[in-house]
């Protein structure tokens, strides 16, 4: 009868155990740190911006949100105005943004050839490179000048009965804005979708095109339905940073205090606003009022975040029949 005789672990054994061990905890406990701290500090600037606007919020209620008047000399704040052009400019580029995005991205995974492919993609990536600032003054220079002469005027003739596209056209308005803004959202959608399109597994559309579907067929029936909740997520996102631009919508959009009747005319939005009033503010009214605009837009892009995690959510239950 034999005995097995159990020897003790080579000390080299159990420092390298130990330094797994550490190397967990430290991990985990960076981990959790990181993700507390973020929330903490999206609590704190939620915290003070609402502390700061809470005089106006004190003096105007909840009916700020439908007042159309801006008039500091007169102490008369409200933010209707901001939240159409925030709005109406926002859904503009989304409108435009998310076809091109979705087609950019299959042109580079379905159609163009690696060498092609990667530098365009580069190219596309690279305009979100640029600063917002210097977008928007070749939104301003160039830009506003060529929609002002060329594309205002056609939209006028050929839809110049819907009240969107009458008047007179202007190189600073809703729509130059807007198309700045599409300029801007682009590269983020597309990059995601083009990700999203990569990922897709080759056995899917290989069995739909094996079964006679059509290039198209396969894509629209196959790749976007396993692609949909990101690019759902792809284009909120996008959204998300429209509705926080303030520099070049600032550069673009006109800055008048009215909402206007037609997108050719100036307007203004909450990022405009805030980045262009705040540190001229010549009250307390006036600087806690455009805090309140500063509030509505955290609601605004919360509110957005939700209903994309929603969304995704939703699309993730449909695919696997949850």
């Known amino acids: 009868m034999t005995s097995t ?31 507390a701290a973020a929330t903490v500090l999206l609590g704190l600037i939620a915290y ?20 159309e008047a801006w008039n500091p000399v007169t102490n008369q704040f409200g933010a209707l105005i901001f939240i159409y052009g925030t709005v109406v400019t926002s859904m503009i580029a989304l409108l435009i943004a998310t076809p091109l995005s979705i087609a950019i991205a ?37 830009f506003g000048p060529w929609v002002r002469d060329h594309l205002e005027p056609w939209l006028g003739s050929v839809l110049g009965f819907l009240p969107m596209f009458s008047g007179d056209p202007s190189q600073a308005g809703i729509l130059p804005a807007a198309l700045v803004l599409t300029i801007m959202i682009i590269p983020i959608t597309s990059a995601i979708c083009r990700e999203l399109f990569i ?14 579907s059509t290039r198209w067929e396969a894509i629209r029936g196959v790749m976007f339905a396993y692609a949909a909740p990101g690019i759902a997520a792809a284009v909120l996102l996008g959204l998300g940073r429209a509705f ?33 009033e705040y540190v001229g503010a010549g009250s307390l009214q006036q ?19 939700v209903v994309a995690q929603i969304i995704v ?10």
């Open 5 to 35: 005789v159990y020897e003790p672990a080579a000390p080299e054994a159990d420092l390298r155990r130990r330094g797994i061990r550490l190397g967990d905890i430290l991990f985990k406990g960076v981990s959790v740190t990181a993700a």
């Open 48 to 67: 003070k911006i609402f502390e700061l606007a809470w005089p106006a919020i004190q003096d105007f209620g909840l009916s700020f949100v439908w007042t």
């Open 106 to 142: 299959l042109f580079l995974t379905e159609i163009a050839p690696r060498r092609l492919a990667a530098p365009i993609a580069t190219i596309v990536e690279l305009l979100a490179a640029i600063p917002s600032v210097v977008l928007g003054l070749w939104g301003i220079l160039v």
């Open 199 to 212: 990922r897709v597994p080759t056995e899917l559309t290989d069995g739909a095109l094996a079964l006679g």
């Open 244 to 276: 926080g631009e303030a520099i070049a919508v600032n550069q673009t959009i006109g800055n008048h205090n009215a909402i206007p009747s037609s997108w050719f005319a100036p307007g203004d939005s909450l990022g405009s606003k805030i980045a262009s």
């Open 287 to 305: 600087s806690s009022s455009i805090l309140y605009l500063a509030a509505i837009l955290m609601v605004i892009s919360l509110v957005t975040n």
């Open 313 to 322: 959510v939703r699309f993730e239950r449909a695919r696997r029949g949850v």
